[in-house]
């Protein structure tokens, strides 16, 4: 696969491949690249050299020069908590309270709704600058939501209004939304269904499902219809999941194999008929308005023949990502023994770099994990139990056409070198016996690595280390410098950290914030702001909402 088949696209960007993937955000797997977890990543942002800033961008270690970070209030909720840009949202994405001041304010409240109504799903939409739109409406933050009876509505982010509203299909349940970011004027979102699953009855009958998921694709701001598209076993074989990311559909399968093919050629090969929302529609016998319901928008992009293939590789839980300057990928070999070490790869022959195979010295019951930097730099961050490494890519000398592995610079734990503990016991006779194990590399009574995340504005890496004293757990969050890994300021988190919980944790200029998911949905949000360091000590507020 040549670079130019890839989209020219400037952020990057990660998807969910399967349902693994959230399963192991639920239990309490985090990751640093974004609101998604596991699957594919796609960094395909202009190459910056690290530490420098895009215009405009002030410089972390300015910025946290004489400041510190308060709680400066915690709040509970029976409901999960979400957060984006300065919002976080309650029940169901229902209530929306600014966390910009000093004490929480509520920005907006939805009348309560049915279950059948709730929102599953949403994404904070901003207009692009320079955008010119048809609505004065539409220059303002909205709110993309999915409902749980099929609904597309975009939401004032500051009024809760419902500005827009689509009803998206009766013939499955969409569960999902996908943030796209192609280089085109308008962006791109797409809705995924959940997955088909065949009755025992009709098993038994021998009737098979077939579709496995459908995909919708949408342009917003103004809001136009791309198509639906659904994916069939029929045509793609025994596939077990897909997705879209960068105008690429994503197919996977159950032996790790991961196949990607250009979902523009699909639409232009494949779409039997174009659809307007709002325009009348004759479908199957059937006549009604497109968006509305129940009519819905029919799948429209039907695939019959199997489509051109761009790439494919086999990894190990069809973990793949692409990025890196020139391209680059990172997969697991697909056996279980191989679980831990990754291989850095050229897309354009399936070369390995030198030193390409990464694997950390560490024991451990998590696994260690790793990505593309987010920083457009071309790097790749590996993270561990222990230690944080941050690697670079460059050209072999003589050799231009190969490429090497080297350590940027190396995070590490604060924690005793030894890993040797004794224990001392007692036999009846009154001898002394001293037993000696090793401890695992993220036993909780040693600091360690929970989460690494990138604060593009202030240019700064951020990461979570916990220790376990006595019976609860006390964490940190520090801020490095992008370009040296110099620490530059550590911020003690006040509420106590179990390991056993889900946690998520955003720095966002100069706003840090800590969701946690305790046992029998209790949910609970501390929220620390960047103040003055004057020496005086202030009240945290705490309020339940």
């Not at 019959?304 to 086999?314: A, G, N, Q």
């Not at 839980?317 to 680059?328: L, S």
């Not at 609860?472 to 509420?495: M, Q, R, W």
Request: proline residues 5%; hydrophobic residues 35%; aromatic residues 10%.
């Amino acid at each position: 696969m040549e670079s130019q088949h890839l989209p020219n696209t400037k952020a990057p960007f990660t998807v969910p491949l399967s349902q693994r993937a959230a399963e192991e955000k639920a239990a309490g797997r985090t990751f640093s690249t974004g609101r998604c977890f596991g699957g594919l990543a796609l960094d395909t942002a202009p190459l910056l050299a690290p530490g420098q800033n895009l215009p405009g961008r002030r410089s972390g270690a300015e910025k946290l020069e004489s400041t510190k970070f308060k709680n400066v209030w915690t709040t509970h909720s029976r409901s999960p908590i979400a957060y984006e840009r300065g919002r976080i949202y309650f029940d169901n994405y229902r209530r929306c309270v600014s966390s910009v001041a000093s004490e929480p304010r509520k920005l907006y409240e939805m009348p309560k709704c049915s279950k059948s109504e709730k929102i599953e799903d949403a994404l904070l939409w901003e207009c692009p600058v320079g955008d010119i739109l048809p609505n004065s409406s539409d220059y303002k933050s909205s709110l993309i939501a999915l409902t749980a009876h099929n609904w597309l509505l975009r939401i004032s982010a500051t009024t809760g209004k419902i500005l827009e509203k689509i009803y998206l299909a009766p013939y499955c349940k969409f569960r999902y939304l996908l943030y796209l970011s192609w280089d085109t004027p308008q962006e791109v979102i797409a809705v995924k269904s959940a997955q088909n699953r065949s009755s025992a009855v009709a098993r038994q009958a021998g009737i098979q499902q077939h579709v496995l998921l459908y995909l919708a694709v949408f342009r917003v701001l103004p809001f136009s219809l791309v198509g639906i598209l659904e994916i069939n076993k029929k045509i793609f074989g025994n596939v077990t999941d897909a997705t879209l990311s960068h105008g690429i559909l994503i197919v996977m399968y159950s032996s790790g194999l991961v196949r990607l093919y250009s979902f523009q050629t699909i639409a232009e090969q494949f779409m039997q008929q174009k659809l307007d929302l709002g325009c009348a529609c004759r479908w199957g016998g059937t006549t009604g308005t497109v968006g509305e319901a129940p009519f819905g928008i029919p799948c429209n992009i039907k695939i019959t023949d199997m489509p051109p293939l761009l790439f494919e590789v086999s990894s190990l839980e069809n973990a793949f990502q692409i990025g890196g300057h020139p391209w680059h990928y990172i997969i697991t070999p697909n056996k279980k023994k191989q679980k831990g070490v990754f291989h850095i790869c050229a897309l354009k022959d399936n070369s390995l770099a030198k030193n390409g195979i990464q694997e950390m010295d560490c024991c451990s019951l998590e696994s260690d994990w790793i990505y593309f930097h987010p920083d457009a730099s071309g790097r790749i961050i590996h993270v561990g139990p222990n230690q944080v490494k941050v690697l670079k890519l460059t050209e072999i000398e003589n050799n231009s056409s190969q490429h090497q592995i080297s350590e940027d610079f190396v995070i590490l734990a604060n924690r005793e070198n030894n890993k040797n503990e004794n224990v001392l016991t007692v036999t009846a006779s009154g001898r002394v016996v001293k037993k000696s194990f090793n401890l695992l590399d993220d036993d909780p009574e040693q600091e360690t690595f929970k989460i690494v995340d990138y604060e593009d504005e202030l240019d700064l890496l951020s990461v979570v280390a916990v220790t376990q004293i006595d019976a609860e757990g006390k964490a940190h969050l520090d801020f490095h410098c992008n370009e040296y890994g110099t620490l530059l300021k550590s911020i003690p988190l006040v509420e106590s950290w179990d390991v056993t919980y889900s946690h998520e944790v955003y720095f966002d200029r100069d706003l840090v914030l800590h969701i946690e998911q305790k046992p029998n949905r209790v949910f609970s949000c501390y929220v620390y702001q960047m103040v003055c360091d004057t020496g005086e000590e202030e009240e945290t507020i705490n309020r339940s909402c």
